[in-house]
């Protein structure tokens, strides 16, 4: 007798059907796409050469689907705006690079393993809907972790556009949800809903009027009608906010935390790669990025580097480097140095060290007496540091 354990691909065989048994040719041409693509990735070519050529005989409105990662016209829309609730995005295998702490990188794996091998887990009946939660602080790799899980499967990603979703218009909502969920049931795909707590905060405050409330409960029917296997993540930086029944829908649950002291460190050697000079002080960059997120050092060591090559040269500069840290950790904390004498200031009070009198004028292209100025107020023309009296 045929098993589970002897087909590997039943998913995509009994999405084919359902596809056929609605009389959806699109949904049955995508999983007869996804199938083939998966039967020749395990060695069957010529079977993969056959579906293909079935897929090939049929009508041109619904041939374009036989690409699975193909998706292109009839996105859902919302009725009000006439945009588009959708963006679909297809990074390829390996183009993703996702850093994120020892134990967090395991279980976002492990997360995609089992969406590998969903069929091999529901026929030992240890199977769980493929959903995932991602929360934490913004920058701490939530949107590149869902970025990474889609180019990992070779699926598109389609990301909700919560700007065009979340309509005004009463009832309009949760009929552009129906549609997302319809949409994403059709395809083999990636859905991720990000900024989460826009649709799924929590119900019961006195201030929410009565739409509010039917927007949560129509994601929450719309999550327990989609099929166990189709792959569900959603992003939220304010978990705090969510109504406690989208937790139940979730079995997978991440929390993303800012990099500690290794992560740092590995984030700092990727990304300034080959322009990091021989002298740069990696334990001083590290330690003084305590509290930054993954976001906030790309940022930094890409300004660096762009400051390098249109200053033409080919290593970043050490105290660059850490000007631009400092005044970036300044913004996060809501500090916003408003003219030249704010940001040294700032920079002093930060590491007085790094930023000696001597290092700041070098960096400001000023005298260490111009530098002093700043410091104790005299600044003059903060704007024009450089500027000669009467010039």
Not at 93 to 119: I, M, W
Not at 276 to 295: F, V
Not at 351 to 370: G, H, M, P, W
Request: net charge neutral; charged share 25%.
């Amino acid at each position: 007798m045929l098993s589970q354990m002897s087909f590997p691909h039943l998913s995509e065989v009994l999405k084919i059907l359902d596809g056929a048994l609605r009389s959806n040719a699109s949904m049955s041409t995508n999983y007869a796409g996804l199938l083939a693509d998966k039967l020749e990735q395990d060695g069957e070519r010529e079977i993969a050469v056959r579906i293909r050529e079935r897929l090939a005989r049929a009508p041109t409105a619904v041939a374009y689907a036989q690409d699975a990662a193909g998706l292109i016209g009839g996105l859902p829309v919302d009725s009000e705006s006439r945009l588009d609730t959708l963006d679909i995005s297809t990074p390829p295998k390996g183009s993703v690079h996702l850093c994120l702490p020892g134990g967090t990188a395991k279980r976002v794996n492990e997360f995609l393993q089992c969406v590998k091998h969903y069929d091999r887990l529901r026929a030992a009946s240890a199977a769980m809907p493929l959903r995932m939660l991602l929360y934490g602080a913004p920058g701490t790799g939530k949107t590149q972790s869902a970025r990474w899980i889609a180019s990992e499967l070779g699926l598109p990603l389609l990301t909700a556009r919560c700007d065009t979703l979340v309509s005004s218009l009463l009832g309009q909502t949760s009929k552009n949800l129906r549609r997302i969920f319809d949409y994403v049931e059709q395809r083999p795909c990636v859905l991720f809903l990000d900024e989460f707590d826009a649709l799924a905060s929590a119900r019961g405050n006195e201030r929410d009027i009565g739409e509010l409330q039917r927007v949560v409960i129509a994601l929450l029917q719309n999550i327990d009608a989609l099929s166990d296997n189709t792959v569900l993540l959603a992003a939220s930086n304010h978990e705090k906010l969510l109504d406690p029944a989208v937790w139940r829908r979730f079995p997978f649950q991440l929390p993303l935390p800012l990099p500690d002291t290794a992560l740092r460190l590995e984030m700092w050697e990727g990304m300034l790669d080959n322009y990091a000079p021989d002298t740069l002080d990696w334990n001083a960059l590290t330690a003084k990025s305590a509290g930054a997120s993954g976001a906030l050092i790309e940022q930094v060591s890409l300004d660096a580097k762009r400051h390098a090559v249109l200053d033409g040269r080919t290593l970043v500069d050490e105290g660059e480097l850490f000007r631009r840290l400092s005044l970036s950790l300044a913004l996060a904390q809501g500090h916003s140095p408003t003219s030249l004498s704010d940001e040294i200031g700032w920079l002093r009070q930060w590491d007085a060290k790094i930023f000696s009198l001597r290092e700041l004028a070098r960096l400001y292209n000023v005298s260490t007496r111009q530098i002093n100025h700043f410091i104790q107020g005299e600044h003059g023309n903060a704007s024009k540091p450089t500027r000669k009296r009467g010039a």
